[in-house]
């Protein structure tokens, strides 16, 4: 049987829960609080590639003893594992091209995104915390990437000019979005696929995080996509799997932007 | 009709013609002087217009993320697979790849950009540069030249990317003590990518990878060196970045 490790149905925690949905696998749900640091206590399943993912917090599926981390590879174990659903479907050039946004995305979109909503959900949320006890838990962290991360969230680092920087670092990326699903019914081209379900779970909360680079007027195309994508049963069922009243507030720190600027 | 741009055999550009290789692919190679901006001219970004290289054309489709077109020379084309069939050696290939890609292959290219890039074209013409820099279409790409043309690297960032580098090594390191390739049983995509980023490490990095330090890493290098494929592909090398593959060979 299947364990996903995840927290509420929102950014990278998203993904494996849609992609389980459509494939109808059965798997044990195993939730946790990120922000209650639960993925670093001894229990939790853990192999070097765990400590090092570069997506930190994000989602892990464990197959018997394989513990497999980083979503957008972990949409496509699923979609190898369960051939039926297609969700690679076509051929090596759409799949070519499911991998290229696959990539696209964890580089271009993700760090802005989990910028834009740590600073709006998740900076707020640890300022309820005992300050001393938080720091402390932070400094524990490894490896250092990841510890500077989450001392960025509670630090204030997040000054109006460094996100408004974001948001326009995010044009960008998101035009190519929208270019995109100008020309093909999906993003990888006329079939739903892995790509859909990752664009999906970071594009969804670019509405509210970042109205003035996504939103009905800027980008008719995303937003029909996204409500498309909500209409799909495996996307519903996935989101109703919240335990929170706001699971669209979930955030953790993400994937670092470009060290290159 | 199978044509590749790219450079030289090393880090991005290495890839797909490494895989080509492996697979037994015969192509069109069209070779771009990255220190001459050939990637930034008009008739290269009618192929690729984000300007980076490598890119594939493929009966008319391009591709030009080297990492995923590795995945399609293996789908699409006869020879050995490059690819374990095992689920679960896939997913520890794609996630090394990233590693790779992300992570570890951009801390060694800022050194390697700051000690060997930049210096190759700064003594060009001011305003050369300038224009140069003005045609690339990516901004991250205008910034990663400007800072190599007229060294503006910042020390902390150089320091950074050579903590990367060592954590990135020692990562690596203990990764090959439990398993003979990097997806696990079965030699694929990620050793060649890993190939590409590493050939040099004992190089670049001598106190740090070295038969004593690193010996897994460094008979990891030398079997891949060993494999025809690398051979061919590193003989297509035009500058001495591509010779020093050469370190490589094993003293009888």
């Not at chain 1, 989602?59 to 972990?74: M, Q, Y």
């Not at chain 1, 995104?113 to 998740?122: D, E, F, I, S, T």
Request: proline share 8%; with cysteine; glycine share 6%.
């Amino acid at each position: 049987m299947l364990e996903l490790y995840h927290w509420e149905p929102n950014i990278y925690y998203l993904k494996p829960l849609i992609a389980l949905k459509e494939v109808r696998a059965p798997f044990t749900s195993r939730y946790f609080d990120p922000t209650s640091f639960e993925q670093y206590s001894p229990s939790f399943p853990q192999n070097t590639e765990s400590g090092l993912h570069l997506e930190r917090e994000g989602p892990v599926l464990v197959d018997g003893v394989t513990v497999l981390s980083s979503s957008f590879f972990i949409l496509e174990y699923i979609a190898e594992a369960f051939p039926a659903a297609n969700l690679l479907p076509g051929d090596a050039y759409e799949h070519y091209r499911a991998r290229a946004w696959g990539q696209f995305a964890a580089l271009q979109l993700s760090p802005g995104v989990c910028a834009l909503g740590c600073a709006k959900y998740l900076a707020p949320t640890l300022k309820s915390r005992d300050p001393g006890q938080l720091k402390a838990r932070i400094e524990r962290i490894e490896p250092q990437e990841r510890r500077a991360a989450w001392a960025a969230v509670i630090d204030g680092s997040y000054s109006e000019q460094a996100l408004a920087a974001v948001r326009d670092r995010l044009a960008a990326p998101v035009k190519r979005f929208e270019d995109a699903l100008g020309q093909t019914a999906w993003l990888a081209g006329p079939a739903y696929s892995v790509a859909d379900i990752d664009a999906f779970a970071m594009l969804s909360p670019l509405p509210d995080v970042a109205p003035e680079v996504v939103s009905e007027k800027a980008t008719p195309r995303i937003l029909q996509f996204l409500h498309r994508m909500r209409e799909r049963p495996a996307v519903r069922q996935a989101l109703a799997l919240a335990k929170t009243a706001r699971p669209q507030e979930a955030f953790v720190p993400g994937a670092e932007p470009s060290r290159w600027g | 009709m199978l044509t590749l741009y790219h450079w030289e055999p090393n880090a991005n550009s290495g890839k797909p013609m490494l895989a080509l290789a492996e697979k037994g692919v015969e192509y069109q190679s069209h070779y771009l002087d990255l220190l001459n901006f050939d990637q930034h001219k008009p008739e290269y970004l009618k192929i690729n217009p984000d300007g980076t290289i490598p890119a594939l054309v493929h009966d008319g489709k391009i591709l030009t993320e080297s990492t995923p077109m590795m995945e399609y020379i293996d789908e699409t084309f006869d020879g050995p697979p490059l690819r374990p069939t095992d689920p679960k050696e896939r997913w520890r290939m794609r996630w090394w790849m990233r590693f790779f890609d992300s992570y570890f292959a951009p801390s060694l290219s800022m050194i390697g950009w700051s000690v060997f890039v930049g210096p190759a074209v700064r003594n060009r013409d001011r305003a050369e540069l300038e224009a140069a820099i003005e045609r690339i279409p990516l901004e991250s790409r205008r910034i990663a030249w400007r800072k190599a043309m007229f060294n503006q690297f910042s020390e902390a960032e150089l320091a950074e990317s050579r903590r990367r580098g060592a954590f990135g090594t020692a990562a690596l390191e203990q990764h090959l003590t439990a398993h003979p390739w990097i997806a696990g049983n079965t030699f694929s995509l990620a050793d060649i990518n890993g190939f590409n980023l590493g050939y040099a490490l004992p190089l670049s990095q001598p106190d740090r990878c070295n038969d004593e330090k690193t010996p897994h890493i460094m008979e990891w290098l030398r079997k891949i060196y060993e494999r025809p494929a690398t051979k061919a592909t590193w003989a297509k090398g035009r500058t001495q970045m591509a010779s020093r593959v050469t370190l490589l060979q094993r003293k009888s």
